[in-house]
């Protein structure tokens, strides 16, 4: 054999073995046009298990965005929106593209603890004042005013600080249990005519401004009410004691901390919880 023809011979072999591996490689996702993604997503989807499959279908619908599934035939669908949104995914094999939802999902609910953790720590300003200014008693309740019922939220207050205090800002809302978000939140203040000294006390009764208050309380037990102080003020609005973390905000971080668990715990990405 001459050796130009064995020079070909050995191309020629290189190329085939090259298209065997290429052929029996993994299957990757192909964004060079949408029929090669749709024949690429399909022969991805293929072989595996019901729950590998729904798996890898809740990674691409974090990644991408549900509206751009192709899988729904009632959507329509914009060839270049959507080939821009897997364009940063192409070559991915399931794994792949599992793996780098997984790993995306948990730096995004990490970042919202670590955010969350850190505005509580310079959150106070004497908190130890703060919570030495008992509400002894609240509640939430609705009276008839007129042809209407209003809510009313009662509290006694009960001055345990060292300070007169003459301004009294509160917030009041009713928690969801397993929502990021209170169901409804007012904030108001209590003004004390010639303050309220220290170890006094003082029963009062406040309208909240949202009458929507009334329909969802007495009982309403899906729902928690919490009434706490969020800023204590002296003579001339000297700020005595203030805070921006409540029970909202615990509640909040207690939920995403929930979340970051089971992320890390079960490997799948908790789409259904906040944060999202």
Same mark, same amino acid.
């Given at each position: 054999?001459? +050796?130009?023809?064995?020079?070909?011979?050995?191309?020629?072999?290189?190329?085939?073995?090259?298209? %065997?591996?290429?052929?029996?490689?993994?299957?990757? &996702?192909?964004?060079?046009?949408?029929?090669? $993604?749709?024949?690429? *997503?399909?022969?991805? @989807?293929?072989? *595996?298990? &019901?729950?590998?499959? !729904? @798996?890898?279908?809740?990674?691409?619908?974090?990644? =991408?965005?549900?509206?751009?599934?192709?899988?729904?035939?009632?959507?329509?669908v914009?060839?270049?929106?959507?080939?821009?949104?897997?364009?940063?995914?192409?070559?991915?094999?399931?794994?792949g593209?599992?793996?780098?939802?997984h790993?995306?999902?948990?730096?995004? =609910?990490?970042?919202? %603890?670590?955010?969350?953790?850190?505005?509580?720590?310079?959150s106070?300003?004497?908190?130890?004042?703060?919570?030495?200014?008992? &509400?002894?008693?609240?509640? =939430?309740y609705?009276?008839?005013?007129?042809?209407?019922?209003?809510?009313?939220?009662?509290?006694?207050?009960?001055?345990?600080? !060292?300070?007169?205090?003459?301004?009294?800002?509160?917030?009041?809302?009713?928690?969801?249990?397993?929502?990021?978000?209170?169901?409804?939140?007012?904030?108001?203040?209590? $003004?004390?005519?010639?303050?309220?000294?220290?170890?006094?006390?003082? &029963?009062?009764?406040?309208?909240?401004?949202?009458?929507?208050? =009334?329909? $969802?309380?007495?009982?309403?037990?899906?729902?928690?009410?919490?009434?706490?102080?969020?800023? $204590?003020?002296?003579?001339?609005?000297?700020v005595?004691?203030?805070?921006?973390?409540?029970?909202?905000?615990?509640? +909040?971080?207690?939920?995403?901390?929930?979340?970051l668990?089971?992320? @890390?715990?079960?490997?799948?990405?908790?789409?259904?919880r906040?944060?999202?």
């Amino acid at each position: 054999m001459r +050796r130009d023809t064995r020079a070909c011979f050995w191309r020629w072999l290189v190329v085939v073995l090259a298209m %065997v591996v290429v052929g029996c490689g993994p299957k990757t &996702l192909d964004t060079s046009s949408l029929d090669k $993604l749709e024949n690429s *997503l399909t022969a991805l @989807r293929e072989p *595996l298990e &019901l729950d590998e499959r !729904d @798996r890898f279908d809740e990674a691409l619908t974090y990644l =991408v965005g549900g509206g751009a599934i192709l899988n729904d035939e009632t959507q329509p669908v914009h060839p270049g929106i959507v080939l821009a949104l897997y364009q940063p995914f192409a070559g991915m094999t399931v794994e792949g593209v599992t793996v780098e939802a997984h790993r995306r999902r948990l730096e995004e =609910v990490r970042g919202a %603890v670590t955010a969350l953790e850190k505005k509580h720590e310079g959150s106070d300003t004497n908190r130890e004042v703060l919570d030495a200014f008992d &509400l002894a008693a609240s509640r =939430v309740y609705k009276r008839n005013r007129g042809f209407l019922e209003w809510p009313v939220i009662e509290f006694k207050a009960e001055n345990n600080t !060292d300070q007169v205090i003459w301004l009294i800002h509160f917030r009041a809302a009713l928690l969801r249990p397993g929502h990021e978000e209170p169901w409804l939140v007012e904030e108001f203040a209590q $003004l004390v005519l010639n303050g309220l000294a220290p170890g006094d006390g003082d &029963l009062w009764r406040i309208e909240p401004e949202r009458q929507e208050w =009334v329909t $969802l309380v007495d009982p309403h037990p899906d729902l928690g009410f919490t009434l706490e102080v969020m800023r $204590l003020e002296g003579l001339g609005g000297n700020v005595i004691a203030a805070t921006e973390w409540g029970d909202i905000e615990e509640a +909040r971080l207690a939920l995403y901390q929930k979340t970051l668990d089971e992320i @890390r715990t079960t490997g799948g990405l908790a789409l259904d919880r906040p944060p999202l």
